[in-house]
């Protein structure tokens, strides 16, 4: 399986948008990223190449528009934030992070039973 490409906060505010809907031409993407995020028509332009180059996008030339499409889905962006995450604060170690949130979280008893099931479930083969 290919490693998914680093995408920064800023990038994944457009891949937000092709996760929710694809495709979006460039134009769509520049209209909703700059009202929301008040960012010029050029960084917007910007994230999109730097994306691409990453392949984490692709586009079709549609006529007079260039349509985008999402290359990594947002489980595979999940799962690699998760991992970044986990690297970066815990030096990868699962159990001191679960440790760590459980001990500062207040759990309802079916969250706890949620999570006693998934452990149950990692114990078996």
């Not at 909703?32 to 996008?57: G, P, V, Y």
């Not at 692709?58 to 528009?65: A, T, W």
């Not at 149950?120 to 083969?125: A, L, M, Q, S």
Request: aromatic share 8%; hydrophobic share 35%; proline share 3%.
């Amino acid at each position: 399986m290919l490693e998914s490409p680093h995408i920064t906060e800023a990038e994944s505010e457009v891949m937000k948008l092709l996760w929710h809907k694809e495709p979006l031409s460039a134009s769509e993407i520049i209209v909703k990223l700059s009202q929301q995020m008040q960012w010029s028509d050029q960084t917007i332009k910007t994230f999109l190449n730097r994306l691409h180059k990453k392949k984490a996008i692709r586009f079709e030339k549609s006529g007079r528009n260039y349509l985008y499409y999402p290359l990594v889905s947002h489980e595979e962006y999940l799962k690699a934030e998760n991992r970044s995450f986990l690297n970066r604060v815990y030096k990868g170690a699962v159990g001191m992070l679960c440790a760590k949130f459980l001990e500062e979280e207040n759990l309802s008893e079916k969250d706890i039973e949620a999570l006693q099931q998934i452990l149950e479930n990692k114990k078996r083969p």
